[in-house]
């Protein structure tokens, strides 16, 4: 037995939200999230939960009390920043700033605000 779980990365975001079982069904809608491992706490909330995207796990978990929810801010890169700004969009997300190429930046990114709070920024490189 290794000390980190098969497959996972020594650094994991770990986002305290309002509502982390729409964030959870929100990140398998927009990035194609594998759902990994679920600890509910029997109100409905969720006392953990992970998914991976891509070559990451992100943890998340239902702010409860002592634990406040937190925006956070994540970045993630992805195959096509437009389709993924679309599926955000059509999953809910406020958007922070359209997809874009600025001149001397090698990506193209946007932003959009999740149902839990989170900012999520995405990019593709574009040369």
Known sequence: M?????GYTSVA??????????????LVQVFDAEPLRLH?????????????????VVMLSDAMEGW????GHVHLYVPDVDAAWQRAMAAGA???QAPVRKQGDEDKRGG???????????STQVG
């Open 2 to 6: 290794t000390y980190k779980p098969e």
């Open 13 to 26: 975001p770990y986002l305290v939200v309002d509502g982390a079982q729409r964030t959870l069904d929100f």
């Open 40 to 56: 509910a706490v029997g109100d409905g909330r969720l006392g953990h939960a992970e998914v991976r995207i891509d070559d990451t």
């Open 68 to 71: 406040p929810a937190v925006a």
């Open 94 to 96: 406020t958007p922070v």
């Open 112 to 122: 959009f605000r999740d149902v839990g709070g989170t900012t999520w920024w995405i």
